[in-house]
């Protein structure tokens, strides 16, 4: 407990409690604090055994972060876990950390491209970001591709409603909403929502579809991830309890960089329960 108090008014603002109860905490660390050009974010789990008998579990997360990095911090911050066993060794680790990033700052190291990965700006950054960005969905609809039957290519656009966005530690989650009932109209939404910018920018396009079919008195169904573990089966899931159908619900989330645990799937659900409502 002396040691969280410690590091909350050290790091202040960059240290953030993600579940107090079960000791998660993330810690936002920058080469410097005027103009940072490196940044990582360390999540750690404080076991019950920490720190007498077990070492933090931790994650470590940026953009730029490659697997050669991560295993070079990785064996650094495990080797000064066994050089104090039974100590507090967050603040070693977050100063270590530090001491790595100001050294890429430092040297001919190019800055990170954040543009080129799937890790989403803070999005303070605005539109600016998003010009010249590609999307980079476009796996999703080659696959729907295969479902959509040559006729149904030229099927009516449906309406599409935008729910209101929510922001929680600057990640920021919004619903999208259409009423279908065939495939290929899945397909044409999805296509007329990446075609805007900021959407098609999104960390994570989480969708999920059911059509009911009268014919056969069955649903036609199917959820996509995209890079969120389990959060499409789990907006299906709440489509089946809501007993709703011939709907698609797209929730697209812009990553801020602090890891929000399962708070994330907390929001996308709100988001899609709130669109669904409207």
């Not at 039957?149 to 619903?175: K, M, Y």
């Not at 008195?217 to 991830?225: A, K, P, R, Y």
């Amino acid at each position: 407990i002396d040691e969280i108090e410690a590091l909350s008014s050290i790091y202040g603002d960059d240290w953030c409690v993600v579940d107090e109860d079960e000791k998660i905490y993330c810690i936002k660390i920058t080469d410097c604090l005027d103009q940072p050009k490196w940044t990582l974010c360390l999540q750690v789990i404080l076991p019950p055994g920490y720190p007498t008998s077990e070492p933090p579990i931790y994650q470590l997360n940026a953009p730029w972060l490659r697997r050669q990095d991560y295993a070079e911090l990785a064996n650094s911050l495990e080797e000064i876990y066994v050089q104090n066993l039974g100590e507090s060794i967050l603040y070693l680790w977050v100063e270590k950390i530090r001491e790595v990033l100001v050294e890429k700052a430092q040297s001919s190291e190019p800055e990170p491209d954040i543009k080129k990965t799937t890790e989403e700006v803070d999005e303070d950054d605005g539109d600016d970001f998003l010009l010249d960005y590609q999307p980079i969905q476009e796996d999703q609809i080659k696959v729907l591709n295969y479902m959509t039957s040559e006729s149904q290519e030229d099927e009516e656009l449906p309406p599409i409603h935008h729910g209101n966005p929510v922001t929680d530690r600057r990640s920021t989650f919004q619903a999208h909403l259409a009423p279908v009932v065939t495939t290929g109209q899945v397909k044409r939404v999805l296509e007329k929502l990446y075609e805007n910018k900021k959407i098609a920018s999104a960390t994570h396009n989480i969708y999920a579809y059911r059509i009911y079919c009268e014919d056969k008195q069955t649903f036609l169904q199917d959820c996509e991830d995209d890079g969120e573990t389990a959060a499409g089966g789990r907006l299906l899931h709440l489509m089946q309890i809501l007993k709703v159908h011939n709907v698609l619900v797209v929730v697209s989330r812009w990553y801020g960089g602090i890891l929000l645990g399962p708070d994330r799937f907390k929001h996308i659900n709100n988001c899609a329960r709130s669109v669904l409502v409207e």
